[in-house]
Structures are given as structure tokens and as C-alpha cells.
């Protein structure tokens, strides 16, 4: 009787997705097009999203005064994009005096390189850094409050000479004469603020937002951490993709 | 529950205070009610971890909130969007003495995209609001507490033209004093009286119609016309064990620059001045116990009375020679009533149910046809339902998620809806996550 049920259930499910497909598709297609678009707009703005998901904000373990690690999913893997990242403490918190600690990192789009030395008439660096300070505070044997300073620059810069190839048609938007050179890059200082929430004796759950006052660049992320592997959302609310999910590896000793 | 009435305590009338105005443009109700897009979330004391009692009282009371909720929103009118909201707060208490208290907190508060149930908000209007409030609290007998507080708050809005943020015709920034005393003289009925007063500033506004009316004035001079004056005088208090609230304040916008439009087109020598009364109460009260569960409701009543002193002239179009005149465009009363349900289990899940249900009714202004016509012999009227249902849990100590669908019908006899809609109706999905300490 239950796998009656089931199968009726699962039938109806398949017959509203049929109906509704259509409309699902259409609209998925609007998305990845107003994304699209939004990315052809301000490139540098999707760019910097790219370099924003290497960054780790998450504050060191108590127990922990050092880390490394490395942004697998979505920097080394699907763009290519060498990526790792340091902290350290200079402070444990004791005495009402918070946790301080300093942290830095940079990528390096190895797809850049790698297209650059094969092609002759492109050449493309894409590259970034950042660096930070940061503060955390308990409330609670569960429960940090944290908060700090991150200076964040994104560059890139990709060249394509077409000109001994293609002749202008001379009507219409002829993008192959029109582009040659892509310059861009960005600049912020963020000011982040989060909470650490224990979960276990080795797993967090930290949330964050950080709020870049140059360009108002508003970020927000969520992180389940465990001993060497961190994975959650980051959400950049005015991006052209909001929600990327990653996936990252530390070590912390 | 701590968290939550210190953070209302910090930034909900302040918050409230400095909502912009409705003034040239028909945005009436704007600050009054609330999007859908925010879902609605557990109550802290419901879920939180009991405090240790055991523990010693601090000198230092840290504050954090996270918010985040996204969802999916699936209007009649338009296109699918997808919306997102994100808030935090980091503050915190500093006792110094017995009596005597410091405390500040900075907040942070993203809206997305969202459905509006709001008179002349665009469905792809977002904003960014800081807020800094600082203020000092003195407990000078168990029955009298004196508390002073200073905020700032700065709001980028970003409207569906798509301006970058900062550069909004609707930008604000307020700077504002609050005293507050609170009694407790009858037992068990704690009341609050308070004072305050507010700059508004709208650095971005330029008063395009005063432009138009004049083709000689400068930017300068149609610049400002938003900007005014914040003064409130309220009362609130509590009573049946802190189960019930009620409030009544009253404030004046009395408008630095802003003056009336006259029938015959012209500017007077009146200022504009605003007055807004706003009363209500609520009752939090348990509707059945069992052994694993139980049924709370929390009835709410709500009214707000706008009064302003200020007219409308409708231009058709940019050459326009003979625009219509409504006297007291923007008077209007607002009833509202709200019905929250909530089935609360021991594990700390709970499943909720928020129906609600509001009337814009202005006291002056006719509605308007499809073609931009007024129909003389009626006054507008909106009308709002919206209903919310879904589940919450604990995630961890602290941390709680959500899901949920709300349901919202608008309707208005006003049907010139080229710019603005007023007639629809929409379904909105959301996941929310909660820490709150």
C-alpha cells in the first residue's frame, strides 16, 4: 500500500514537472541570460566574485595558531585558478582580550598562462590578493563573535589582437574589432562580522557578512568546517550569480 | 528573547523614524508595511539554549544576529525573480556601574528583490541600510530606568532603473536623540514613555514637478525638497506577564524645504508638514498545552493615521498645461490585523501560520482609471492579505533554519498601473538561516 502511494505521489510529481517544464526552461534561460548580461556590463564585478570565493574569513580554532589551505571548488577547480591562503595568531583570547590574528592569501589563473604561451595573438593575467586582520571574542562556551579589516585587489588584464585576421564589416557590432584589450580590476576594503558556532568539538558552523565601503560589495557566507575540509554557500547579493557553492581544504595546526 | 529586546530596543523606533516620507511621489504607505520577503522566523525564547544560571553576570554583554533568507517569488504580473535578504547586528552591553549601562550596535540590512506589498516600491528595488546607535541606560530605583540614545542610520536604495548604489533618487540619512523612561509604578504593568528627534536628509533628491513648474529654478534650489524634521512622542507598555504589548506615538516631519502645491500650480509659502499617529496592541497567549506540544497565538491590532498637509498636481505628460489637482493627496488611515500561530514541539521544531490582513484607506484622494483618469466620486482604497505557513527547527545552539511559502493579494480600485502595480497577487517560497545571541 505505501509503494502505492509512493508510485502515485512520484506520478503526479512527474506529470506537474511535464507541465510546468516549459515554463521552468523559459525562465532558466532568463536568468542565465540577465546573467549573462550582467556579466558583459561589469565584468570586473563577476571577476572579483571569482576572486572573493578564495578568500576564508572563518576565525582559527581556539586550540589552533596556524593555518593553510586551498579553495578547491569553485577556484582550482572548474577556473583554474591557483589559489592558497595563510593565517596566523598573534593573540589567544584570554584575560578579555579577543583572539587577533592576521591572515593573507593570492591566486593565479593558471588557464591565463597556459592560453597565453599556446596563442600567439592573446596574452591574459588574471590574478589576486588579499590580506587581513581579524578579531573574535566568546560569548558563549558554543558561541564566537567575530569581526575585522580585509584589503582585497583583483586584476585582469587580457589582450587579443585580431587586427591582421578579420577586416571590419563595418555594420553592426563587429566584436572582433571592437575588443582588444581588457583592463579591469577592483579595490576594497572590507569590513566583516560573524558568528562561530560549535557544532562539535571539531565542527563550526561560521556565518559571516562583509561589506566592502569602496563599491558597496556586499558578501555574505556561511561555512560548515571540520577538521581539514570546509564547505558551504557564498552569496553575493548584487552579483550576476548569487550563491556559489565551494568547497575548500585546510590545515590547521 | 534577550537578543531580540535589545535589538528592538536599539533599532525599531529609530528604524521606523526614519522611513522616507511620501511627499511628490505616491508612496504613502511605504513605511508601514512590510514585505513578504522577510520571512518570518521563531521567536528566540522559543528555540535558544537556556541560559545558565549558574553562570556570573558580565560587565561586557556581546550582541550578534545573522539573518538570511532566499526564495522564489512568482508574481501575476511579471516575471519569475529570485530575492534574497541579509542582515547582521555585532553589539554589545557594557554594565559599569550597578545601575548604569553602555551599549551600541551596528547593523547591516541587504533587502533584495522581492515582492512588496508597499504602496510605490518596485519589486526589484533593493537597499543597503547601516545603522550605528550608541546610547547610555541608568536604572535610578527598581521602578524608574532613564535611557538616552543616539543613531545614525544611512540607506542606499537601489531602484529597478538600476542606478549603482549611492546614487539613488531615495538615499537617506538621519541622525537621531531618543530619551526614554521606563516605570514600573502599577505592578505588572511596566510602561515606557519617550521622546525624539531626527534629521532626515535625501542628498540625491531633486523635485523634478518644482522644476517643471518653474523652468528657471536651479538644481540647487529643487534639491532638498525631501529633506525634514522627526518629532515623536510615544507610550508603551507591557502587561499579563510580558505577554502583552501596546503602543501609541505620535510624530510631526515637518519638512525643511518642502512647501504645498497650490490648485493653481504654484508653490505656496506653507511648508510641508506630516503627522503620523500610530497605535496598536498584541496578545501572546496559549491556545492549547499537551505533553509535547503547544499552541500559541499572538493577535495583533494595528492602526495608523496619516495627516499631511500637502496636495497633488497629476501631469499627464511633461507638457501638460492643465494638470489635476487632489487636495490632501496623502491622508490617509491604515487598519491592519495579524493573526500568528504557532505549534510548538519540545525538540524545539515548531510549525507556524501568519495570516494578516490590511487597509489603506485615503481620506482624499479619488483612484485613478486605467487610462490616468480620476474617478471623482470614490476614494482609493488598498487592500492587502497575506498569509505565511512553514517549518522551523534548530539547526545548532543558537542557529535555526526555516522554509516556507507566503501567499500575498494586493488589490486597490486604483487601476492605472503603467508604472506601479496595485493589482496582483503572488506566491513567494523561501529558506531562511537564524543565529541569534
Not at chain 2, 140 to 168: C, D, I, K, M
Amino acid at each position: 500500500m505505501r509503494h502505492l502511494a509512493r508510485g502515485l505521489v512520484l506520478c503526479l510529481v512527474a506529470a506537474w514537472a511535464a507541465g510546468v517544464s516549459a515554463s521552468v526552461r523559459d525562465e532558466a534561460i532568463k536568468v542565465l541570460s540577465d546573467a549573462a548580461t550582467q556579466i558583459a556590463l561589469d565584468p570586473a564585478d563577476f571577476f572579483f566574485d571569482l576572486h572573493l570565493n578564495t578568500e576564508d574569513r572563518t576565525p582559527l580554532p581556539i586550540d589552533k595558531d596556524w593555518q593553510v589551505g586551498t579553495n578547491i571548488l569553485p577556484g582550482t577547480l572548474p577556473f583554474a585558478e591557483l589559489n592558497l591562503s595563510g593565517k596566523g595568531k598573534l593573540h589567544r583570547e584570554h584575560g578579555g582580550w579577543p583572539q587577533i590574528e592576521v591572515g593573507a592569501g593570492g591566486w593565479y589563473s593558471v588557464a591565463g598562462g597556459i592560453v597565453s604561451s599556446q596563442v600567439d595573438d592573446f596574452s591574459g593575467n588574471l590574478f589576486g590578493y588579499h590580506g587581513g586582520i581579524s578579531f573574535s571574542l566568546s560569548a558563549d562556551p558554543r558561541l564566537r563573535i567575530f569581526g575585522g579589516y580585509e584589503f582585497s585587489q583583483m586584476r585582469v588584464n587580457v589582450s587579443v589582437d585580431f587586427e591582421d585576421e578579420v577586416t571590419n564589416s563595418g555594420t553592426g557590432f563587429d566584436i572582433q574589432n571592437s575588443f582588444s584589450h581588457l583592463n579591469t580590476g577592483k579595490t576594497e576594503h572590507f569590513l566583516f562580522a560573524g558568528a562561530e558556532v560549535l557544532r562539535s568539538a571539531r565542527k563550526r558552523l561560521v556565518t559571516e557578512i562583509g561589506y566592502g565601503v569602496v563599491g558597496n560589495k556586499l558578501v555574505a557566507r556561511l561555512t560548515w568546517s571540520s577538521k581539514n575540509f570546509d564547505s558551504g554557500f557564498a552569496f553575493y547579493p548584487e552579483g550576476a550569480w548569487v550563491v556559489w557553492p565551494f568547497w575548500t581544504f585546510q590545515v590547521r595546526f | 528573547m534577550r537578543a531580540a529586546a535589545f535589538l528592538a530596543m536599539l533599532l525599531v523606533p529609530a528604524l521606523a523614524s526614519a522611513a522616507p516620507s511620501s511627499t511628490t511621489m505616491e508612496q504613502a504607505a511605504s513605511s508601514t508595511v512590510t514585505s513578504p520577503s522577510a520571512p518570518p522566523v521563531p521567536p528566540a525564547d522559543s528555540l535558544a539554549e537556556p541560559e545558565d544560571e549558574a553562570a556570573p553576570a558580565r560587565a561586557l554583554t556581546p550582541l550578534f544576529s545573522f539573518h538570511f533568507d532566499e526564495g522564489l517569488s512568482l508574481p501575476s504580473i511579471g516575471g519569475v525573480f529570485i530575492g534574497n535578504n541579509i542582515g547582521s547586528t555585532v553589539g554589545g552591553k557594557y554594565a559599569f556601574t550597578e545601575g548604569q549601562a553602555l551599549f551600541g550596535a551596528y547593523e547591516l540590512t541587504y533587502a533584495g528583490p522581492g515582492m512588496r506589498s508597499a504602496e510605490g516600491r518596485e519589486f526589484q528595488e533593493r537597499s543597503i541600510d547601516h545603522s550605528i546607535s550608541g546610547g547610555h541606560s541608568w536604572a535610578l530605583s527598581p521602578a524608574f530606568t532613564l535611557g538616552s540614545r543616539v543613531q545614525y542610520l544611512h540607506e542606499f536604495r537601489r531602484s529597478g532603473s538600476n542606478e549603482a548604489f549611492g546614487h539613488g533618487l531615495y538615499d537617506f540619512w538621519s541622525l537621531g536623540l531618543t530619551e526614554r523612561a521606563d516605570l514600573s509604578v502599577v505592578p505588572g504593568l511596566p510602561l515606557g514613555v519617550f521622546a525624539s528627534c531626527a534629521y532626515v536628509r535625501f542628498p540625491n533628491y531633486t523635485d523634478l514637478m518644482q522644476a517643471l513648474i518653474s523652468a528657471s529654478v536651479s538644481a540647487e534650489s529643487s534639491g532638498g525638497q525631501q529633506d525634514f524634521r522627526r518629532y515623536q512622542l510615544g507610550v508603551d507598555g507591557r502587561f499579563d506577564g510580558d505577554k502583552g504589548r501596546g503602543w501609541l506615538t505620535g510624530s510631526v516631519q515637518d519638512f525643511v524645504k518642502q512647501r504645498v502645491i497650490t490648485g493653481a500650480g504654484t508653490v505656496s509659502d506653507q511648508r510641508q508638514l506630516d503627522f503620523v499617529t500610530d497605535a496598536g496592541a498584541a496578545w501572546k497567549t496559549t491556545v492549547t498545552k499537551g505533553e509535547s506540544a503547544a499552541l500559541t497565538a499572538e493577535p495583533l491590532l494595528r492602526a495608523t493615521w496619516r495627516v499631511s498637509n500637502q496636495n497633488f498636481l497629476r501631469f499627464r505628460s511633461l507638457t501638460d498645461t492643465s494638470p489635476a489637482f487632489v487636495e490632501r493627496n496623502y491622508d490617509y488611515v491604515s487598519p491592519s490585523l495579524g493573526m500568528p500561530v504557532r505549534w510548538t514541539f519540545n525538540s524545539g521544531r515548531s510549525l507556524f501560520l501568519v495570516p494578516s490582513y490590511a487597509l489603506t484607506i485615503y481620506t482624499s484622494r479619488p483612484p485613478r482609471d486605467t487610462w490616468n483618469n480620476y474617478v471623482t466620486d470614490k476614494k482609493q482604497l488598498n487592500r492587502t492579505f497575506m498569509v505565511s505557513a512553514g517549518y522551523a527547527a534548530r539547526l545548532y545552539a543558537y542557529a535555526t533554519w526555516s522554509f516556507g511559502y507566503t501567499l500575498l493579494i494586493q488589490r486597490s480600485n486604483n487601476h492605472f498601473e503603467s508604472y506601479l502595480p496595485y493589482n496582483y497577487s503572488g506566491h513567494y517560497v523561501f529558506a531562511a538561516i537564524d543565529i541569534t545571541y
